[in-house]
């Protein structure tokens, strides 16, 4: 028998086409990650490099992160210190980004590569083994762009912002799960730790976001039914199961999932139909787009050229997308459409040839290449879209226009747009009149970036060097933070009007000052707590000045701790 040399495989292989090799062979973990690498790094040179976190939308959003950072970092302990629906990962890597930098917005940055670094170390190896070279590459590439990505998930590629980071890294996690799940290994590359994996991304979610964490259950759940690659290993993935149920009825978790369940039944769960015709409409084009994949998916079944778990699958990732989507605070985009794409390319790459070796026999005819280059747009164009991104960031943020940019307080590290780059501040005060009516706004913020961080730099000024328990009467208070003093226990790290009601006193027993701004950023949300809570206040902080800002409200002498 004639045994070829591994050098003479290697010579064999440089004889195929490069086209042939990057859209139908075998992807190597090392050479995936290695191109991985060098987009990520780029990505994140370009939102390091200008020195400072550019914020044009939002900020309050981002300030929301560093202040139960800050509060982790005082020794309060989330659902019991302080409240919030959200799990705790995402404070507690900001809180482990102030060690490394200090107390700047620039330790966000930090614990947003950590995510990176996490998510990454599963999605290389599981693309590589489901996927040729370049739908792997695309599929990484993508994953790191969405982890970094400086722009809330479905706005305007340059509405830069850190608002809502859980979602992206949230999309980023699930998309590697569902990858895991519903598409299989190719041949020969079976992998002995998807179960290890899968159990890690599902505990990554859950303390996270608990959407998400409930799509990743769902989806393992579909998968252990549908998937025969799944069925075969059955007691191992009901040991992950097991396992899962159990850290989430740990006695730690207990506040956690305590909590969920107050907010869940207070009206933080979107099931208003209105609501869902809406997010369905605004996304028509996309869910089209879907609709055509699953469509072309479901007639290669019928033509007996993929198993009909392929389709059901597909059927169950668009599910799993569009409940998600539903339940966030976004209006388009569903990262998960993807995934059904890859089961699209591989669908039609069965018919390559059983071999890559040079001959007649193993060459790809023109119209496959021709059909796997147009399957691959959808990702590449995505990828392309989200590399925009932060090309637009890095300019704007070392732009030659003057910015604002607080030189005092831990707000150092942090740059928005002058306010003459913006909304003019009349149309903006009479945005928020007409928010305060029964009208909606025209305006989505407003008040604009340059007037909300102008108004914490002027709070700072009038409270400092008397550390106090501060607490805004917006929909954050990030004055502790801001200040470096410690937070008071018991408040909402958001308050929105759909929060569950609380006693006055579980949320001001433990505040010194009360600030209520003159221009908030949501004004509903101030409107709804000065109504719930005027006489309390009026009882209890009866000492009361004003600010260009601020109507500011101590607590009497009497009471003071």
Same mark, same amino acid.
């Given at each position: 028998? $004639?045994?070829?040399?591994?050098?003479?495989?290697?010579?064999?292989?440089?004889?195929?086409?490069?086209?042939?090799?990057?859209?139908?062979? &075998?992807?190597?973990?090392?050479?995936?990650?290695?191109?991985?690498?060098?987009?990520?790094?780029?990505?994140?040179?370009?939102?390091?490099?200008?020195?400072?976190?550019?914020?044009?939308?939002?900020?309050?959003?981002?300030?929301?992160?560093?202040?139960?950072?800050?509060?982790?970092? &005082?020794?309060?302990?989330?659902?019991?210190?302080?409240?919030?629906?959200?799990?705790?990962?995402? =404070?507690?890597?900001?809180?482990?980004?102030?060690?490394?930098?200090?107390?700047?917005? /620039?330790?966000?940055?930090?614990?947003?590569?950590?995510?990176?670094?996490?998510?990454? @170390?599963?999605?290389?190896?599981?693309?590589? /083994?489901?996927?040729?070279?370049?739908?792997?590459?695309?599929?990484?590439?993508?994953?790191?762009?969405?982890?970094?990505?400086?722009? $809330?998930? !479905?706005?305007?590629?340059?509405?830069?912002?850190?608002?809502?980071?859980? $979602? /992206?890294?949230?999309?980023? @996690?699930?998309?590697?799960?569902?990858?895991?799940?519903?598409?299989? #290994?190719?041949?020969?590359?079976?992998?002995?730790?998807?179960?290890?994996?899968?159990?890690?991304?599902?505990?990554?979610?859950?303390?996270?976001?608990? %959407?998400?964490?409930?799509?990743?259950?769902?989806?393992?759940?579909?998968?252990?039914?549908?998937?025969?690659?799944?069925?075969?290993?059955?007691?191992?993935?009901?040991?992950?199961?097991?396992?899962? +149920?159990?850290?989430?009825?740990? #006695?730690?978790?207990? +506040?956690?999932?305590?909590?969920?369940?107050?907010?869940? $039944?207070?009206?933080?769960?979107?099931?208003?139909?209105?609501?869902?015709?809406?997010? =369905?409409?605004?996304?028509?084009?996309?869910?089209?787009?879907?609709?055509?994949?699953?469509?072309?998916?479901?007639?290669?079944?019928?033509?007996?050229?993929?198993?009909?778990?392929?389709?059901?699958?597909?059927?169950?990732?668009?599910?799993?997308?569009?409940?998600?989507? %539903?339940?966030?605070?976004?209006?388009?985009?569903?990262?998960?459409?993807?995934?059904?794409?890859?089961?699209?390319?591989?669908?039609?790459?069965?018919? /390559?040839?059983?071999?890559?070796?040079?001959?007649?026999?193993?060459?790809?005819?023109?119209?496959?290449? *021709?059909?796997?280059?147009?399957?691959?747009?959808?990702?590449?164009?995505?990828?392309?879209?989200?590399?925009?991104?932060?090309?637009?960031?890095?300019?704007? +943020?070392? !732009?030659?226009?003057?910015?604002?940019?607080?030189? %005092?307080?831990?707000?150092?590290?942090?740059?928005?747009?002058?306010?003459?780059?913006?909304?003019?501040?009349?149309?903006?005060?009479?945005?928020?009149?007409?928010?305060?009516? %029964?009208?909606?706004?025209?305006?989505?913020?407003?008040?604009? &970036?340059?007037?909300?961080?102008?108004?914490?730099?002027?709070?700072?000024?009038?409270?400092?060097?008397?550390?106090?328990?501060?607490?805004?009467?917006?929909?954050?208070?990030?004055?502790?933070?801001?200040?470096?003093?410690?937070?008071?226990?018991?408040?909402?790290?958001?308050?929105?009007?759909?929060?569950?009601?609380?006693?006055?006193?579980?949320?001001?027993?433990?505040?010194?000052?009360?600030?209520?701004?003159?221009?908030?950023?949501?004004?509903? *949300?101030?409107?709804?707590?000065?109504?719930?809570?005027?006489?309390?206040? &009026?009882?209890?902080?009866?000492?009361?000045?004003?600010?260009?800002?601020?109507?500011?409200?101590?607590?009497?002498?009497?009471?003071?701790?």
């Amino acid at each position: 028998m $004639n045994v070829r040399s591994p050098a003479d495989v290697v010579v064999e292989l440089r004889r195929v086409p490069l086209a042939e090799r990057l859209l139908l062979g &075998q992807s190597a973990s090392a050479a995936v990650a290695i191109a991985c690498a060098a987009i990520a790094a780029v990505a994140a040179w370009l939102l390091w490099s200008p020195g400072h976190l550019y914020s044009r939308e939002m900020t309050w959003d981002l300030l929301f992160n560093l202040e139960g950072a800050w509060q982790i970092e &005082q020794g309060q302990i989330p659902h019991v210190d302080f409240h919030e629906p959200l799990g705790m990962l995402g =404070f507690t890597l900001t809180s482990f980004g102030f060690h490394v930098v200090g107390f700047t917005p /620039r330790a966000f940055l930090v614990g947003e590569m950590a995510v990176l670094v996490a998510i990454l @170390a599963t999605a290389i190896p599981v693309a590589a /083994r489901r996927l040729a070279p370049a739908p792997a590459v695309l599929f990484t590439a993508y994953v790191a762009l969405l982890i970094l990505q400086p722009a $809330n998930i !479905g706005d305007a590629p340059n509405a830069y912002s850190f608002a809502m980071s859980y $979602n /992206r890294w949230g999309w980023a @996690a699930l998309s590697t799960l569902c990858l895991l799940l519903f598409v299989d #290994p190719r041949r020969g590359r079976d992998s002995q730790w998807d179960e290890v994996v899968t159990a890690l991304l599902c505990v990554f979610l859950f303390y996270l976001k608990i %959407t998400f964490a409930a799509a990743a259950v769902g989806a393992l759940a579909v998968a252990m039914v549908l998937m025969r690659r799944l069925r075969r290993h059955w007691g191992s993935w009901l040991v992950v199961v097991g396992g899962l +149920a159990l850290i989430a009825a740990a #006695p730690v978790n207990r +506040a956690y999932i305590r909590e969920i369940w107050i907010y869940a $039944n207070s009206g933080y769960a979107r099931i208003d139909l209105a609501y869902l015709v809406n997010i =369905f409409i605004a996304n028509r084009a996309e869910y089209t787009l879907q609709g055509a994949v699953l469509g072309i998916l479901f007639w290669l079944w019928q033509a007996g050229r993929v198993r009909l778990e392929v389709v059901v699958a597909s059927f169950v990732v668009t599910a799993i997308g569009l409940f998600v989507l %539903t339940q966030n605070a976004q209006f388009a985009d569903i990262p998960l459409g993807i995934i059904i794409c890859l089961m699209l390319y591989n669908a039609l790459a069965i018919t /390559r040839p059983t071999s890559l070796t040079p001959g007649p026999h193993a060459s790809m005819p023109s119209g496959l290449r *021709t059909l796997l280059i147009v399957v691959l747009l959808w990702p590449a164009l995505t990828v392309f879209g989200s590399a925009k991104v932060f090309a637009g960031y890095y300019h704007a +943020a070392t !732009g030659s226009e003057v910015m604002l940019a607080p030189s %005092t307080t831990n707000l150092r590290g942090l740059a928005v747009p002058p306010l003459d780059h913006e909304v003019p501040i009349d149309l903006a005060r009479m945005g928020y009149s007409i928010l305060s009516s %029964t009208r909606p706004s025209p305006l989505r913020d407003p008040l604009t &970036q340059a007037e909300y961080v102008e108004s914490l730099v002027e709070a700072a000024s009038l409270l400092a060097g008397h550390p106090q328990k501060v607490l805004v009467i917006d929909q954050v208070n990030p004055m502790p933070y801001v200040l470096g003093y410690p937070p008071p226990r018991g408040s909402l790290l958001w308050m929105g009007p759909d929060a569950p009601p609380r006693v006055a006193g579980a949320i001001f027993d433990d505040v010194d000052v009360v600030l209520v701004p003159k221009y908030s950023t949501y004004a509903p *949300t101030t409107a709804l707590m000065l109504r719930t809570y005027y006489d309390y206040l &009026q009882r209890h902080f009866p000492d009361r000045t004003e600010s260009a800002r601020w109507t500011i409200l101590r607590r009497a002498a009497a009471a003071s701790r």
